[in-house]
Protein backbone atom coordinates (compact mmCIF):
# COMPACT_ATOMS: atom_id res chain seq x y z
CA UNK A 1 0.00 0.00 0.00
CA UNK A 2 2.84 2.35 0.53
CA UNK A 3 3.87 2.13 -3.04
CA UNK A 4 0.35 3.62 -4.37
CA UNK A 5 1.59 7.32 -4.05
CA UNK A 6 4.76 6.39 -5.89
CA UNK A 7 2.96 4.58 -8.66
CA UNK A 8 0.53 7.87 -8.42
CA UNK A 9 3.26 10.09 -8.57
CA UNK A 10 4.86 8.40 -11.90
CA UNK A 11 1.64 8.58 -13.81
CA UNK A 12 1.32 11.83 -13.31
CA UNK A 13 5.09 12.74 -13.93
CA UNK A 14 4.50 10.80 -17.18
CA UNK A 15 0.84 12.67 -17.84
CA UNK A 16 2.99 15.97 -17.83
CA UNK A 17 6.14 14.71 -19.80
CA UNK A 18 3.64 13.99 -22.26
CA UNK A 19 1.72 17.24 -22.43
CA UNK A 20 5.33 18.80 -22.45
CA UNK A 21 6.66 17.76 -25.68
CA UNK A 22 6.17 21.07 -27.69
CA UNK A 23 8.47 22.84 -24.53
CA UNK A 24 11.22 20.50 -25.65
CA UNK A 25 11.34 21.42 -29.61
CA UNK A 26 14.14 23.95 -29.52
CA UNK A 27 14.53 25.17 -33.28
CA UNK A 28 18.23 26.36 -34.47
CA UNK A 29 17.77 29.30 -36.13
CA UNK A 30 21.14 29.38 -37.26
CA UNK A 31 20.64 25.60 -38.94
CA UNK A 32 18.01 27.26 -40.60
CA UNK A 33 19.56 30.18 -41.77
CA UNK A 34 22.65 28.24 -43.14
CA UNK A 35 20.17 25.92 -45.08
CA UNK A 36 18.27 28.06 -46.57
CA UNK A 37 21.13 30.24 -47.68
CA UNK A 38 22.86 27.38 -49.07
CA UNK A 39 19.68 26.66 -51.47
CA UNK A 40 19.00 30.31 -52.54
CA UNK A 41 22.46 30.93 -53.23
CA UNK A 42 23.10 32.67 -56.63
CA UNK A 43 25.13 29.95 -57.60
CA UNK A 44 22.39 27.38 -57.75
CA UNK A 45 21.17 29.68 -60.45
CA UNK A 46 17.41 28.76 -59.04
CA UNK A 47 17.48 25.56 -59.01
CA UNK A 48 15.43 24.19 -62.36
CA UNK A 49 14.70 20.86 -62.16
CA UNK A 50 17.08 18.83 -64.57
CA UNK A 51 20.31 20.96 -64.47
CA UNK A 52 23.48 20.47 -62.61
CA UNK A 53 22.54 23.06 -59.94
CA UNK A 54 19.34 21.20 -59.41
CA UNK A 55 21.50 17.91 -58.71
CA UNK A 56 23.82 19.90 -56.32
CA UNK A 57 20.69 21.04 -54.16
CA UNK A 58 19.75 17.52 -54.14
CA UNK A 59 22.82 16.21 -52.57
CA UNK A 60 23.06 19.04 -50.27
CA UNK A 61 19.67 17.95 -48.90
CA UNK A 62 20.44 14.64 -48.56
CA UNK A 63 24.18 15.11 -47.08
CA UNK A 64 21.99 17.38 -44.07
CA UNK A 65 20.03 14.51 -43.22
CA UNK A 66 22.44 11.68 -43.26
CA UNK A 67 24.34 14.45 -40.79
CA UNK A 68 21.51 14.05 -38.53
CA UNK A 69 21.18 10.34 -38.64
CA UNK A 70 18.60 9.75 -41.74
CA UNK A 71 18.63 6.43 -44.25
CA UNK A 72 17.57 6.10 -47.29
CA UNK A 73 14.25 4.71 -47.95
CA UNK A 74 14.58 2.99 -51.37
CA UNK A 75 17.75 0.96 -51.55
CA UNK A 76 21.13 2.90 -50.68
CA UNK A 77 21.41 5.66 -52.28
CA UNK A 78 18.74 8.92 -51.10
CA UNK A 79 18.59 10.68 -54.39
CA UNK A 80 16.12 9.16 -56.48
CA UNK A 81 16.00 9.85 -60.64
CA UNK A 82 13.19 10.65 -62.53
CA UNK A 83 13.07 11.32 -66.51
CA UNK A 84 10.78 14.49 -67.47
CA UNK A 85 10.50 16.99 -70.49
CA UNK A 86 12.84 19.68 -69.47
CA UNK A 87 11.21 22.15 -72.57
CA UNK A 88 10.41 22.26 -76.42
CA UNK A 89 13.11 23.99 -78.41
CA UNK A 90 12.79 25.60 -82.08
CA UNK A 91 15.32 23.62 -84.37
CA UNK A 92 16.63 24.67 -87.25
CA UNK A 93 15.18 24.61 -90.85
CA UNK A 94 12.05 26.17 -90.00
CA UNK A 95 10.92 28.33 -93.48
CA UNK A 96 8.09 30.20 -94.84
CA UNK A 97 7.17 31.60 -98.16
CA UNK A 98 4.33 33.75 -99.30
CA UNK A 99 3.38 33.82 -102.77
CA UNK A 100 6.74 31.94 -103.36
CA UNK A 101 8.41 34.95 -101.79
CA UNK A 102 10.95 33.56 -98.87
CA UNK A 103 10.57 35.49 -95.51
CA UNK A 104 13.39 35.18 -92.81
CA UNK A 105 13.43 33.72 -89.87
CA UNK A 106 13.79 35.80 -86.74
CA UNK A 107 13.41 38.96 -88.85
CA UNK A 108 9.91 38.44 -90.13
CA UNK A 109 8.72 35.11 -88.68
CA UNK A 110 9.49 32.70 -85.64
CA UNK A 111 8.36 29.53 -84.93
CA UNK A 112 6.67 29.11 -81.58
CA UNK A 113 8.89 26.62 -79.90
CA UNK A 114 5.90 24.67 -78.35
CA UNK A 115 4.45 24.07 -82.15
CA UNK A 116 4.43 20.39 -83.74
CA UNK A 117 6.83 19.87 -86.49
CA UNK A 118 4.88 19.89 -89.67
CA UNK A 119 4.69 20.79 -93.01
CA UNK A 120 2.45 23.38 -94.52
CA UNK A 121 0.91 24.23 -97.91
CA UNK A 122 -2.47 26.09 -97.72
CA UNK A 123 -4.05 29.34 -98.40
CA UNK A 124 -4.20 32.30 -96.17
CA UNK A 125 -7.25 33.27 -94.27
CA UNK A 126 -8.86 30.17 -95.08
CA UNK A 127 -7.04 27.08 -93.26
CA UNK A 128 -4.48 29.72 -91.87
CA UNK A 129 -5.56 32.38 -89.63
CA UNK A 130 -3.56 36.21 -89.34
CA UNK A 131 -4.48 37.44 -85.43
CA UNK A 132 -3.21 40.07 -83.49
CA UNK A 133 -3.45 38.32 -79.90
CA UNK A 134 -1.30 38.87 -76.56
CA UNK A 135 1.60 35.90 -76.37
CA UNK A 136 -0.03 34.62 -73.44
CA UNK A 137 -3.77 33.95 -75.05
CA UNK A 138 -1.39 31.40 -77.62
CA UNK A 139 -1.77 28.08 -76.21
CA UNK A 140 -6.24 28.50 -75.90
CA UNK A 141 -6.15 30.48 -79.08
CA UNK A 142 -4.24 27.31 -80.98
CA UNK A 143 -7.13 24.83 -79.16
CA UNK A 144 -9.82 27.18 -80.39
CA UNK A 145 -9.17 27.47 -84.07
CA UNK A 146 -7.72 23.72 -84.64
CA UNK A 147 -11.42 23.10 -83.24
CA UNK A 148 -12.43 25.08 -86.13
CA UNK A 149 -10.62 23.82 -88.55
CA UNK A 150 -7.53 25.83 -89.19
CA UNK A 151 -4.32 24.22 -89.98
CA UNK A 152 -1.89 27.08 -88.51
CA UNK A 153 -2.52 30.65 -86.73
CA UNK A 154 0.05 33.31 -87.20
CA UNK A 155 0.29 35.82 -84.81
CA UNK A 156 1.14 39.36 -84.41
CA UNK A 157 1.82 39.62 -79.98
CA UNK A 158 2.34 44.06 -80.43
CA UNK A 159 6.42 43.20 -79.66
CA UNK A 160 9.54 42.92 -81.19
CA UNK A 161 10.31 39.31 -82.28
CA UNK A 162 13.13 38.40 -80.79
CA UNK A 163 15.05 35.10 -80.86
CA UNK A 164 13.91 32.88 -78.06
CA UNK A 165 14.37 28.87 -79.32
CA UNK A 166 12.55 27.52 -75.72
CA UNK A 167 9.36 26.87 -74.59
CA UNK A 168 7.37 25.34 -72.46
CA UNK A 169 6.49 21.45 -72.40
CA UNK A 170 3.46 21.16 -73.87
CA UNK A 171 2.68 20.60 -77.97
CA UNK A 172 0.35 23.07 -78.83
CA UNK A 173 -2.59 22.26 -81.09
CA UNK A 174 -1.17 23.30 -84.13
CA UNK A 175 1.73 25.34 -85.63
CA UNK A 176 1.60 28.87 -84.48
CA UNK A 177 3.64 31.68 -85.85
CA UNK A 178 4.95 34.80 -84.37
CA UNK A 179 5.13 37.34 -87.11
CA UNK A 180 6.72 40.94 -87.40
CA UNK A 181 4.42 44.03 -87.54
CA UNK A 182 5.77 45.12 -90.81
CA UNK A 183 4.91 41.20 -92.13
CA UNK A 184 1.56 41.56 -90.08
CA UNK A 185 0.62 45.26 -91.80
CA UNK A 186 1.59 43.65 -95.35
CA UNK A 187 -1.03 40.97 -94.87
CA UNK A 188 -3.63 42.55 -93.70
CA UNK A 189 -3.17 45.39 -96.74
CA UNK A 190 -2.16 42.86 -99.76
CA UNK A 191 -4.08 40.34 -101.34
CA UNK A 192 -2.10 37.17 -100.20
CA UNK A 193 -2.88 33.79 -101.69
CA UNK A 194 -0.50 30.92 -100.96
CA UNK A 195 1.56 30.21 -98.42
CA UNK A 196 4.04 27.56 -97.21
CA UNK A 197 5.13 26.78 -93.62
CA UNK A 198 8.25 24.49 -92.61
CA UNK A 199 7.91 23.91 -88.32
CA UNK A 200 11.12 22.13 -86.97
CA UNK A 201 10.71 21.69 -83.08
CA UNK A 202 12.31 19.22 -80.86
CA UNK A 203 11.60 17.88 -77.21
CA UNK A 204 14.52 17.95 -74.84
CA UNK A 205 14.59 15.68 -71.82
CA UNK A 206 16.72 15.35 -68.72
CA UNK A 207 16.96 13.53 -65.55
CA UNK A 208 16.16 15.29 -62.06
CA UNK A 209 15.96 13.35 -58.42
CA UNK A 210 13.23 13.18 -55.60
CA UNK A 211 15.16 12.96 -52.17
CA UNK A 212 14.07 10.47 -49.29
CA UNK A 213 15.19 9.22 -45.96
CA UNK A 214 14.56 7.78 -43.17
CA UNK A 215 14.76 7.86 -39.28
CA UNK A 216 13.24 5.45 -36.80
CA UNK A 217 12.09 2.15 -36.89
CA UNK A 218 10.39 0.33 -39.49
CA UNK A 219 7.61 -1.07 -37.64
CA UNK A 220 7.05 1.81 -35.94
CA UNK A 221 2.92 2.28 -35.54
CA UNK A 222 3.03 5.78 -37.53
CA UNK A 223 4.96 6.67 -40.26
CA UNK A 224 5.20 10.13 -41.21
CA UNK A 225 6.45 12.12 -44.21
CA UNK A 226 7.37 15.89 -43.62
CA UNK A 227 8.30 16.77 -47.62
CA UNK A 228 8.74 20.02 -49.31
CA UNK A 229 10.02 20.97 -53.00
CA UNK A 230 13.19 22.40 -53.65
CA UNK A 231 13.22 23.15 -57.23
CA UNK A 232 12.32 26.70 -58.54
CA UNK A 233 12.35 28.60 -62.24
CA UNK A 234 15.76 28.63 -62.73
CA UNK A 235 16.86 31.89 -64.68
CA UNK A 236 13.28 32.57 -65.33
CA UNK A 237 11.57 33.00 -69.09
CA UNK A 238 8.14 32.78 -70.81
CA UNK A 239 7.76 29.07 -70.14
CA UNK A 240 8.79 28.90 -66.56
CA UNK A 241 6.28 30.39 -64.72
CA UNK A 242 8.32 33.49 -63.72
CA UNK A 243 5.58 36.62 -63.13
CA UNK A 244 8.29 38.59 -64.70
CA UNK A 245 8.45 35.99 -68.10
CA UNK A 246 10.82 38.75 -69.94
CA UNK A 247 13.38 39.29 -67.13
CA UNK A 248 16.15 36.67 -67.70
CA UNK A 249 17.29 36.53 -63.63
CA UNK A 250 18.42 34.04 -61.02
CA UNK A 251 14.96 33.26 -59.79
CA UNK A 252 16.16 32.09 -55.99
CA UNK A 253 12.91 31.43 -54.41
CA UNK A 254 14.31 31.90 -51.03
CA UNK A 255 10.73 31.52 -49.70
CA UNK A 256 9.11 29.14 -53.06
CA UNK A 257 10.60 26.74 -51.55
CA UNK A 258 13.74 27.09 -49.54
CA UNK A 259 11.98 27.94 -46.62
CA UNK A 260 9.94 24.49 -46.96
CA UNK A 261 12.96 22.43 -47.34
CA UNK A 262 14.68 24.12 -44.40
CA UNK A 263 11.69 23.57 -42.11
CA UNK A 264 11.20 19.99 -43.25
CA UNK A 265 14.95 19.00 -42.31
CA UNK A 266 14.84 21.41 -39.00
CA UNK A 267 11.41 19.45 -38.39
CA UNK A 268 13.30 16.08 -38.93
CA UNK A 269 16.66 16.86 -36.56
CA UNK A 270 13.55 18.06 -33.75
CA UNK A 271 12.08 14.23 -34.16
CA UNK A 272 15.14 12.24 -33.94
CA UNK A 273 15.37 12.73 -30.08
CA UNK A 274 11.86 11.11 -29.47
CA UNK A 275 10.59 9.04 -32.69
CA UNK A 276 11.52 5.92 -31.10
CA UNK A 277 9.89 6.76 -27.42
CA UNK A 278 7.05 7.87 -29.88
CA UNK A 279 6.41 5.08 -31.85
CA UNK A 280 7.15 7.05 -34.75
CA UNK A 281 9.33 6.57 -38.10
CA UNK A 282 10.13 9.73 -39.96
CA UNK A 283 10.26 9.99 -43.66
CA UNK A 284 11.75 13.69 -45.13
CA UNK A 285 11.47 14.01 -48.43
CA UNK A 286 12.61 16.88 -50.72
CA UNK A 287 10.72 16.79 -54.54
CA UNK A 288 12.18 17.79 -57.43
CA UNK A 289 10.24 19.14 -60.23
CA UNK A 290 7.06 20.82 -58.30
CA UNK A 291 7.03 23.62 -60.50
CA UNK A 292 6.42 21.66 -63.56
CA UNK A 293 3.42 20.30 -62.29
CA UNK A 294 4.16 18.19 -59.10
CA UNK A 295 5.86 15.82 -61.32
CA UNK A 296 8.77 14.60 -58.39
CA UNK A 297 5.86 13.93 -55.56
CA UNK A 298 3.52 12.14 -58.40
CA UNK A 299 6.71 9.83 -59.23
CA UNK A 300 7.35 9.34 -55.46
CA UNK A 301 3.81 8.51 -54.10
CA UNK A 302 3.50 6.26 -57.15
CA UNK A 303 6.30 4.19 -56.07
CA UNK A 304 5.85 4.21 -52.72
CA UNK A 305 2.11 3.06 -53.62
CA UNK A 306 3.82 -0.03 -55.44
CA UNK A 307 5.94 -0.83 -52.79
CA UNK A 308 3.22 -0.68 -50.06
CA UNK A 309 5.08 1.65 -47.82
CA UNK A 310 3.42 4.90 -48.42
CA UNK A 311 3.17 7.20 -44.82
CA UNK A 312 0.30 7.11 -42.88
CA UNK A 313 0.17 11.09 -43.16
CA UNK A 314 2.33 13.44 -45.57
CA UNK A 315 2.89 16.98 -44.08
CA UNK A 316 3.45 19.29 -47.13
CA UNK A 317 5.63 22.69 -46.37
CA UNK A 318 5.68 25.01 -49.35
CA UNK A 319 6.50 28.67 -49.11
CA UNK A 320 6.57 29.10 -44.99
CA UNK A 321 9.24 31.72 -44.73
CA UNK A 322 7.27 34.78 -44.92
CA UNK A 323 5.22 34.96 -41.49
CA UNK A 324 3.80 38.58 -40.49
CA UNK A 325 1.07 39.02 -37.76
CA UNK A 326 2.00 35.15 -36.42
CA UNK A 327 -0.80 34.08 -39.22
CA UNK A 328 -0.32 30.53 -40.70
CA UNK A 329 -2.39 28.59 -43.22
CA UNK A 330 -3.30 25.05 -42.67
CA UNK A 331 -4.76 22.79 -45.25
CA UNK A 332 -5.66 19.21 -45.69
CA UNK A 333 -7.24 19.45 -41.99
CA UNK A 334 -10.57 17.32 -43.72
CA UNK A 335 -8.85 14.86 -44.53
CA UNK A 336 -8.55 12.89 -41.30
CA UNK A 337 -11.04 12.94 -38.50
CA UNK A 338 -9.49 14.58 -35.15
CA UNK A 339 -7.65 16.88 -37.32
CA UNK A 340 -8.67 20.39 -36.91
CA UNK A 341 -8.88 19.45 -32.53
CA UNK A 342 -5.22 18.29 -32.76
CA UNK A 343 -3.84 21.77 -34.42
CA UNK A 344 -6.22 23.62 -31.97
CA UNK A 345 -4.83 21.68 -29.11
CA UNK A 346 -1.52 22.65 -29.74
CA UNK A 347 -1.98 26.05 -30.54
CA UNK A 348 -3.08 26.75 -27.40
CA UNK A 349 0.69 27.40 -26.71
CA UNK A 350 1.58 28.42 -29.83
CA UNK A 351 -1.10 30.82 -29.94
CA UNK A 352 -0.61 31.75 -34.00
CA UNK A 353 -3.27 32.99 -36.24
CA UNK A 354 -4.78 29.62 -38.18
CA UNK A 355 -6.65 29.82 -41.21
CA UNK A 356 -7.73 26.20 -42.13
CA UNK A 357 -9.01 24.64 -45.13
CA UNK A 358 -10.48 21.06 -45.24
CA UNK A 359 -9.84 19.52 -48.73
CA UNK A 360 -6.43 17.90 -49.36
CA UNK A 361 -6.06 18.67 -53.28
CA UNK A 362 -4.12 22.12 -54.50
CA UNK A 363 -1.13 22.86 -56.33
CA UNK A 364 1.22 21.76 -54.32
CA UNK A 365 2.95 18.28 -53.61
CA UNK A 366 -0.04 17.11 -50.69
CA UNK A 367 -2.16 16.93 -53.80
CA UNK A 368 -0.15 14.02 -55.12
CA UNK A 369 0.04 12.02 -51.64
CA UNK A 370 -3.58 12.38 -51.25
CA UNK A 371 -4.95 11.24 -54.27
CA UNK A 372 -3.04 8.16 -53.61
CA UNK A 373 -5.14 7.63 -50.57
CA UNK A 374 -3.20 9.68 -47.80
CA UNK A 375 -3.82 11.94 -45.21
CA UNK A 376 -2.33 15.22 -45.46
CA UNK A 377 -1.99 18.47 -43.50
CA UNK A 378 -0.32 21.78 -46.02
CA UNK A 379 1.84 24.03 -44.45
CA UNK A 380 2.43 27.62 -45.80
CA UNK A 381 2.76 31.47 -45.09
CA UNK A 382 0.69 32.41 -48.12
CA UNK A 383 1.80 34.27 -51.29
CA UNK A 384 2.97 37.70 -51.55
CA UNK A 385 4.38 40.30 -53.77
CA UNK A 386 7.93 38.46 -54.71
CA UNK A 387 6.20 35.17 -55.63
CA UNK A 388 7.87 33.89 -58.87
CA UNK A 389 9.90 36.89 -59.38
CA UNK A 390 13.94 37.84 -58.73
CA UNK A 391 12.99 39.18 -55.91
CA UNK A 392 12.40 36.31 -54.09
CA UNK A 393 15.34 36.32 -51.91
CA UNK A 394 16.82 35.98 -48.53
CA UNK A 395 16.34 39.33 -46.96
CA UNK A 396 12.40 38.93 -46.92
CA UNK A 397 12.52 35.63 -44.59
CA UNK A 398 10.97 35.24 -41.02
CA UNK A 399 13.80 32.80 -39.96
CA UNK A 400 12.27 32.90 -36.20
CA UNK A 401 8.84 32.52 -37.86
CA UNK A 402 10.22 29.19 -39.65
CA UNK A 403 11.79 27.99 -36.33
CA UNK A 404 8.26 28.10 -34.68
CA UNK A 405 6.91 26.48 -37.51
CA UNK A 406 9.37 23.66 -37.39
CA UNK A 407 8.67 23.62 -33.60
CA UNK A 408 4.67 23.24 -34.10
CA UNK A 409 4.94 20.90 -36.69
CA UNK A 410 6.97 18.52 -34.00
CA UNK A 411 4.76 19.09 -31.43
CA UNK A 412 1.42 18.02 -33.58
CA UNK A 413 3.68 15.05 -34.55
CA UNK A 414 3.93 13.99 -31.07
CA UNK A 415 0.48 14.60 -30.80
CA UNK A 416 -0.87 12.75 -33.24
CA UNK A 417 1.91 9.56 -32.16
CA UNK A 418 -0.48 9.10 -29.35
CA UNK A 419 -3.78 8.80 -31.26
CA UNK A 420 -3.17 5.79 -33.61
CA UNK A 421 -3.14 5.92 -37.25
CA UNK A 422 -5.04 8.75 -38.68
CA UNK A 423 -8.05 7.38 -40.87
CA UNK A 424 -8.14 8.97 -44.47
CA UNK A 425 -11.43 10.53 -45.50
CA UNK A 426 -12.23 12.06 -48.87
CA UNK A 427 -13.27 15.64 -49.47
CA UNK A 428 -14.43 16.99 -52.34
CA UNK A 429 -12.35 18.66 -54.52
CA UNK A 430 -12.45 22.74 -55.38
CA UNK A 431 -13.39 23.51 -59.04
CA UNK A 432 -10.61 24.52 -60.79
CA UNK A 433 -11.85 26.31 -63.63
CA UNK A 434 -14.30 28.57 -62.95
CA UNK A 435 -17.86 29.47 -63.63
CA UNK A 436 -17.26 32.91 -64.99
CA UNK A 437 -15.03 31.23 -67.55
CA UNK A 438 -16.99 27.98 -68.27
CA UNK A 439 -20.75 27.41 -67.83
CA UNK A 440 -20.63 23.39 -67.02
CA UNK A 441 -18.06 21.57 -65.00
CA UNK A 442 -17.11 18.21 -65.28
CA UNK A 443 -15.69 18.04 -61.34
CA UNK A 444 -12.53 16.74 -62.46
CA UNK A 445 -8.73 17.67 -61.82
CA UNK A 446 -5.89 17.64 -64.33
CA UNK A 447 -2.95 15.71 -64.11
CA UNK A 448 -0.45 18.56 -64.98
CA UNK A 449 1.82 15.75 -65.21
CA UNK A 450 0.81 14.22 -68.53
CA UNK A 451 2.55 15.70 -71.72
CA UNK A 452 2.09 12.99 -74.36
CA UNK A 453 0.39 15.15 -76.64
CA UNK A 454 -2.21 12.30 -77.13
CA UNK A 455 -5.19 13.36 -74.82
CA UNK A 456 -5.94 14.98 -71.24
CA UNK A 457 -5.14 13.12 -68.12
CA UNK A 458 -7.72 13.20 -64.91
CA UNK A 459 -6.10 13.21 -62.15
CA UNK A 460 -9.04 12.85 -59.36
CA UNK A 461 -12.51 12.92 -60.01
CA UNK A 462 -15.06 14.62 -57.86
CA UNK A 463 -17.45 12.69 -55.81
CA UNK A 464 -21.36 13.53 -57.05
CA UNK A 465 -20.18 15.55 -59.99
CA UNK A 466 -20.97 14.25 -63.60
CA UNK A 467 -17.85 13.27 -64.48
CA UNK A 468 -18.15 10.62 -61.51
CA UNK A 469 -21.87 9.65 -61.97
CA UNK A 470 -21.06 8.95 -65.68
CA UNK A 471 -17.94 6.19 -64.59
CA UNK A 472 -14.78 8.11 -65.12
CA UNK A 473 -12.55 7.67 -62.67
CA UNK A 474 -8.80 8.84 -62.03
CA UNK A 475 -6.23 8.08 -64.76
CA UNK A 476 -8.37 8.14 -67.87
CA UNK A 477 -7.10 9.89 -70.13
CA UNK A 478 -9.56 11.86 -72.38
CA UNK A 479 -9.05 11.50 -75.98
CA UNK A 480 -12.46 12.50 -77.87
CA UNK A 481 -15.56 14.87 -76.29
CA UNK A 482 -18.51 14.90 -78.79
CA UNK A 483 -16.46 13.46 -81.50
CA UNK A 484 -13.80 15.83 -81.45
CA UNK A 485 -10.05 14.94 -80.60
CA UNK A 486 -8.47 15.93 -77.36
CA UNK A 487 -5.26 16.11 -77.74
CA UNK A 488 -3.91 18.50 -74.27
CA UNK A 489 -5.47 20.70 -71.45
CA UNK A 490 -6.06 23.69 -73.87
CA UNK A 491 -8.52 21.34 -76.06
CA UNK A 492 -10.26 20.33 -73.08
CA UNK A 493 -10.51 23.61 -72.01
CA UNK A 494 -11.76 25.06 -75.67
CA UNK A 495 -14.30 21.77 -75.32
CA UNK A 496 -15.56 22.87 -72.10
CA UNK A 497 -16.02 26.32 -72.93
CA UNK A 498 -18.39 25.43 -75.74
CA UNK A 499 -20.57 23.42 -73.45
CA UNK A 500 -23.71 23.86 -71.64
CA UNK A 501 -25.58 22.45 -68.37
CA UNK A 502 -28.30 20.11 -69.35
CA UNK A 503 -26.39 18.55 -72.39
CA UNK A 504 -25.46 14.70 -72.88
CA UNK A 505 -21.75 14.92 -73.58
CA UNK A 506 -20.24 11.73 -75.38
CA UNK A 507 -16.73 10.99 -74.28
CA UNK A 508 -14.41 8.41 -75.41
CA UNK A 509 -11.16 7.67 -72.59
CA UNK A 510 -8.84 5.31 -72.54
CA UNK A 511 -8.20 3.05 -69.43
CA UNK A 512 -5.29 0.58 -68.88
CA UNK A 513 -4.65 0.74 -72.78
CA UNK A 514 -8.65 0.16 -73.90
CA UNK A 515 -10.67 2.86 -75.16
CA UNK A 516 -13.98 3.08 -73.50
CA UNK A 517 -17.14 5.31 -74.31
CA UNK A 518 -19.00 7.30 -71.66
CA UNK A 519 -22.10 9.28 -71.40
CA UNK A 520 -22.14 12.32 -69.31
CA UNK A 521 -24.73 14.32 -68.20
CA UNK A 522 -23.82 17.93 -67.51
Same mark, same amino acid.
Given at each position: ????????????????? @????? @?????????????????????????????????????????? *??????? #??????? *?? #?????????????????????????????????????????????????????????? #?????????????????????????????????????????????????????????????????????????????????????????????????????????????????????????????????????????????? @??????????????????????????????????????????????? *?????????????????????????????????????????????????????????? @???????????????????????????????????????????????????????????? #?????????????????????????????????????????????????????????????????????????????
Amino acid at each position: MKKAPVYLSLLICIFFW @QKSYS @QNFNHSESDIKEILSFLADDNLKGRAAGTKEDKKAAKYIAER *LEEHGFK #PVIGEKP *LI #PFNLILYRETGYGSSMTIDKKSLVEWRDFMIHPQSPSVEIRAILNNSVSVIKASYDSI #PLLAAKHKSGGADAIMIFTGEELKEQRRGGITTLSLPVIQISEQLYSNIKSDSVSSLSIKTVTNQVSGTTYNVLMKYGKDNAPLKVMIGAHYDHLGMGGVASGSMKPRESAVHNGADDNASGVAAAIEIGRLLTSYADSLGV @QVFVAAFGAEERGLIGSRSMADTLKKLDILPDIMINLDMVGRMTENK *LQIGGVGTFAEAADIVDSVNTDKKFTITMTQDGYGPSDHSSFYTAGVPVLYFTTGVHK @QYHTPEDDIEFINFEGIGRISEFISSLIADMSSKGVPKYIKTEAPTTMSRASFKVTLGVI #PDFTYEKGDGFRVGSVSDGKPAQKGGMIAGDIIKVMNNKKISNIYEYMAMLSELKAGELLSIEVEREGAILKLEIQL
